[in-house]
């Protein structure tokens, strides 16, 4: 389904992808790990269109979308859940919503189907997160961070992608809500969608994922199945802590 090769990425004159090569197969949950400042945030704004690749090429479902627009990117079924969910603080949960689904504007052009399109998407994300539906009147900047987290991947769910990258979707919540999205992520490949994550906590991501990259500095490191980089000692020492095999044996 995606297919990056030898990317080179950055801000101006800076070079923060430095050749990154990996793929993401269909109905695959794929996790990319690493420290602060590995690129892990710039590798998914380039695929998304935010951030223009320098070189090399990105391949979505056999297009080439390298130089392509957000908005292109988007409307072929490619959607980004960013860091720090960056919501439309201001307006409502369900007027978040349903700026997530103004591509079915494009897409369809009768009035009425076009609103029952939006209303079964909005169903659909209501069922995996009933708490949105009883915000569905609250502003969004109102929520607290857990709630507001779950919009940001109902948001992005809006417009019916079938690649959803996710970018820290655990971040500086309470480990229950934590428990509770990863849950969520499992169940978003068990309806057909195909999952990228970048996620530092990396025991949760790696213990979903069935795939995952290592990221330092700019390049990959090291990739392998899950289950091979939670056995391996390198990824056990820098980003599973100390303990991890004494809790797991």
Not at 181 to 204: C, D, M, S, W
Not at 216 to 231: F, H, K, N, Q
Request: proline residues 2%; positive net charge; charged residues 20%.
């Amino acid at each position: 389904m995606l297919r990056i090769r030898n990317l080179i990425s950055g801000y101006g004159k800076l070079r923060v992808l430095k050749g990154i090569s990996l793929h993401v197969n269909p109905g695959e949950i794929v996790t990319i790990i690493g420290a602060n400042g590995a690129g892990k945030s710039t590798l998914l704004n380039t695929v998304s269109g935010l951030i223009k690749a320098f070189s090399g090429s990105i391949q979505y479902n056999g297009t080439n979308v390298t130089q392509s627009r957000t908005e292109k990117i988007a409307a072929l079924g490619c959607s980004l859940v960013p860091e720090g969910r960056q919501l439309f603080w201001t307006l409502t949960v369900r007027e978040n919503l349903m700026m997530g689904g103004y591509a079915v504007r494009r897409v369809v052009k009768n009035r009425v189907q076009r609103k029952q399109t939006v209303n079964e998407r909005m169903d659909f994300v209501y069922n995996l997160f009933p708490i949105l539906r009883e915000r569905a009147h609250q502003l969004a900047g109102t929520l607290s961070g857990g709630e507001q987290q779950m919009l940001a991947i109902a948001r992005s769910l809006m417009s019916e992608p079938r690649l959803v990258m996710m970018d820290e979707p655990s971040m500086g919540l309470a480990p229950l809500i934590v428990k509770n999205i990863f849950r969520v992520i499992g169940q978003l490949r068990e309806t057909g969608k195909t999952i990228l994550l970048v996620e530092q906590n990396a025991k949760a991501a790696l213990k979903i994922a069935d795939r995952g990259y290592v990221m330092e500095t700019g390049s990959i490191v090291l990739e392998g199945t899950s289950g091979e980089l939670l056995e391996n000692r390198d990824v056990q020492r820098a980003y599973l802590g100390k303990d991890y095999r004494r809790i797991n044996e």
